[in-house]
């Protein structure tokens, strides 16, 4: 899944739309086609089911301590300290969900 900003492809589509026909200057077929088609996208678009998406939380793991088995590392955000084996991070905090990429 892939949420989108719905307003920025109405722009998108609006600058692609024909003129509308007009009394003795009538659309030939391939531009009512063409109309028709954008006016289904937007049409589309319109109905397209929505989601609830949240900002997502950026942050790091703090060091806690190390020994020869693993490490006990902080979640910067929700200040959770998890004990993982060595070598072992992970790119998210698994108590919050923040994405470890902030760096130092």
């Known amino acids: 899944m892939r949420p989108i900003d719905a307003d920025a492809v109405y722009k998108i589509l609006e600058s ?9 200057n009538p659309l030939t077929d391939w531009e ?6 954008i006016e289904r996208a ?16 950026h942050g790091k793991w703090i060091k806690e301590f190390e020994n020869e088995d693993g490490r006990s590392l902080r979640c910067s955000e929700c200040r959770m300290v998890f004990y993982v ?20």
């Open 16 to 24: 692609c739309e024909i003129r509308k026909a007009t009394i003795g």
């Open 32 to 37: 009512y086609g063409y109309t028709c088609g």
């Open 42 to 57: 937007e049409s589309e678009i319109e109905c397209a089911p929505t989601v609830d998406a949240e900002p997502v939380k």
């Open 85 to 104: 084996g060595k070598g072992r991070d992970g790119n998210y905090c698994p108590n919050c969900g923040a994405r470890m990429d902030e760096t130092d």
